[in-house]
């Protein structure tokens, strides 16, 4: 006669500790030892969590655990409201590539270039890039960026002038007039 899949020495998990077992990552809460979960018993004492302990650990401890998990398992984390998960990688994305743009000289980069100092796989550094354009941040010249700032129409035509004469200087005050 077979016994159940999930026994350990003929002895069933019931429901209620195969949860606890599952909830706790097929791991012990003491060692942290994931080896033969099936043999994992759960300590359920008044006041307290239940405690997945693996046999060696039982074995050991007993039925009181140690006092450093008793008291971990006593009192449950005080949780804080935090941002989502997702929210808060899309955040360090952001100032990853930031980051990465700051530091390169300024300059016309290829995606692949910027992604690989930013540590981003080219598809993400690309969306973010593209974000970046639309807020005005970075410039994308032909399939390359630029970190250098827009150039305006007056610069482009005082450039076409002195390409169309050779012996006129032309002299750029960085002060603007008016």
């Known amino acids: 006669m077979r016994s159940d899949p999930l026994s350990s020495d003929g002895m069933p998990l019931n429901n209620e500790d195969l949860i606890e077992v599952e909830r706790n990552g097929r791991r012990c809460g003491v060692c942290r030892s994931g080896r033969r979960w099936r043999?994992?018993?759960?300590?359920?004492?008044?006041?307290?969590?239940?405690l997945v302990m693996c046999p060696a650990c039982r074995a050991r401890y007993g039925e009181t655990p140690p006092a450093r998990i008793a008291r971990e398992v006593a009192q449950p984390p005080v949780t804080q409201p935090t941002a989502p998960k997702a929210d808060q990688e899309s955040e360090q994305r952001e100032d990853r590539l930031k980051k990465a743009l700051a530091e390169l000289p300024r300059g016309e980069y290829a995606t692949a270039r910027i992604a690989k100092a930013a540590g981003l796989n080219h598809d993400k550094a690309l969306a973010r890039l593209q974000q970046l354009q639309a807020a005005g941040e970075v410039q994308q010249v032909g399939n390359r960026w630029s970190t250098e700032p827009a150039v305006t129409d007056l610069e482009v035509a005082f450039d076409r002038l002195q390409a169309r004469t050779s012996n006129l200087r032309i002299v750029r005050d960085s002060t603007p007039v008016g």
């Open 39 to 50: 043999g994992f018993e759960v300590l359920r004492q008044e006041g307290r969590e239940p």
